[in-house]
């Protein structure tokens, strides 16, 4: 294979959407995936473009939040055990960094990259021609007491005001008007206007990846092995050969610390397990709603309404464990009619991870021509676009579109 300027490793929504940026500036890029675009965590989350997530997901510092944690008897977090020992100093980490000294400077960072959220994938979309996997409608975090309804309100309103991201209050009534297929009164929700659902979140990261190789790129499905730095660039080994480059971009998600380790990259990354599974029939939902004291998300996709879990905390080997799933199901049921599941086993994956809450984009800073851009957590597939344009920028040696220090690999 001809050399090439750019290969970049890993072909979900971050490093297709990154790889798409680098082509329309006239790059040779090669995207490399041992699967087809899409086809990892980027196909298995809820399908949000989540314009309102200007806060990351901090460790929870409540007590009742931290004792239900550990208690397990909530159903947003769940961990194994035997996960805990080696996750103990990210953890560590994690919660230090979600205190208030430093979490509103880290959500302040976060929001910077947010913000540019739904305009960045507004083009992509546009262009590849996949609006019809998009609804521009928003989503619903509705509530089952008033007491956190009004709590998520008071939020939404400080949100609101500090970031101009919209919302609306819905009532029970209002609710009920807006989703009738929920067979139980819920005390209300906040309707995050601004943020965009779809479909098919796979099927999005293909339509990037054909854009991609229309504009001239080349995707390849091979496994990577690894990357070793030559005389005038890098050499990628894959399971059938080698490939030559001037850049390599690590775009890897949950498997970026397997390639950077060997390069002497010791960054402080974990995973969260999160679970989907599908269903067929049932009373129908117009949007995704999230069912925050419950800690699931139902949204309707292409495939059934899909039901999301939260976080389990588990070792990348270990088999899956889906009581949060079963858990969210039997809560679902409780405020909407779900058919039989789709699938006989439970889709699980992993949101990549960093302790500081903040995606690492940018260059390697022990290596020439060496780019990062993974860690993306809980909104990678919201934030694929504005990270991949950001990266662009800086391998072009562009004034950047934003500040990109809070997200330099070198800040650990
Ligand atoms: C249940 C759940 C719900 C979620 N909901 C949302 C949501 O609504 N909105 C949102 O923004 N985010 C959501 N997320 C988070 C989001 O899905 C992830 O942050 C995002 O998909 C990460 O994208 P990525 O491209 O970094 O990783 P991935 O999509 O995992 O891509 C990494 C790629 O690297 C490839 N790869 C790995 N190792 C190798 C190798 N050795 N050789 C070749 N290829 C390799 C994999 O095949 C994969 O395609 C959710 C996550 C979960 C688990």
Redesign the pocket.
């Known amino acids: 294979m001809s050399r090439k300027d750019i290969v970049v490793?890993?072909?979900?929504?971050?490093?297709t959407s990154a790889a798409l940026h680098l082509v329309q500036r006239g790059h040779s890029v090669l995207l490399?995936?041992?699967?087809p675009p899409g086809?990892?965590?980027?196909y298995?989350?809820?399908?949000?473009?989540?314009r309102e997530a200007v806060e990351p997901y901090a460790f929870p510092r409540a007590w009742r939040s931290l004792l239900s944690a550990a208690l397990q008897s909530g159903n947003d977090v769940r961990y194994h055990i035997c996960a805990l020992p080696a996750l103990v100093p990210r953890l560590a980490a994690y919660w230090n960094n979600s205190s208030p000294k430093h979490y509103v400077q880290i959500a302040n960072d976060y929001a910077s990259l947010i913000a540019h959220s739904v305009t960045e994938h507004a083009h992509l979309i546009r262009e590849a021609g996949a609006s019809d996997l998009v609804a521009e409608e928003g989503y619903l975090a509705a509530y089952r007491t008033p007491e956190a309804l009004s709590l998520a309100v008071k939020r939404a309103e400080r949100i609101e005001l500090e970031h101009g991201v919209r919302h609306q209050l819905l009532d029970t009534d209002a609710l009920g008007r807006a989703e009738p297929g929920l067979i139980r009164p819920m005390a209300g929700a906040v309707h995050w206007l601004d943020p965009w659902r779809v479909r098919d979140p796979g099927e999005l990261v293909n339509r990037y990846a054909r854009l991609f190789e229309r504009r001239g790129g080349q995707f390849l499905r091979?496994?990577?092995v690894a990357a070793k730095p030559t005389a005038n660039g890098w050499s990628v080994k894959t399971d059938s050969g080698e490939v030559q480059a001037n850049h390599v971009v690590v775009?890897?998600?949950?498997?970026a610390s397997r390639l950077i380790q060997p390069l002497g990259y010791h960054l402080p990354l974990f995973v969260k397990r999160?679970?989907?599974r599908h269903y067929s029939e049932g009373s129908a939902l117009s949007m995704p709603l999230f069912d925050a004291e419950s800690g699931f998300v139902l949204a309707p996709t292409a495939q059934g309404m899909r039901l999301?879990?939260g976080v389990e905390f588990a070792n990348f080997e270990s088999p899956p464990t889906p009581v949060q799933l079963l858990k969210a199901e039997s809560a679902a049921r409780q405020i909407v009619k779900l058919s039989r599941p789709v699938e006989s086993l439970p889709w699980y994956?992993?949101?990549?991870c960093t302790v500081d809450m903040k995606p690492v984009i940018g260059r390697a800073p022990k290596h020439k021509c060496l780019w990062f851009n993974?860690g993306?957590?809980?909104?990678?597939?919201?934030?694929?676009p504005a990270s991949g344009r950001l990266l662009a920028d800086l391998i072009d040696g562009q004034q950047p579109y934003l500040d990109p220090k809070p997200f330099a690999p070198d800040r650990f």
């Open positions: 490793l890993g072909a979900g929504m971050v490093g490399l995936d041992r699967e086809r990892e965590t980027s298995g989350n809820a399908g949000i473009i989540q091979e496994g990577v775009a890897l998600g949950p498997w999160g679970y989907h999301t879990t994956g992993w949101r990549p993974f993306h957590g809980h909104q990678g597939f919201t934030l694929g």
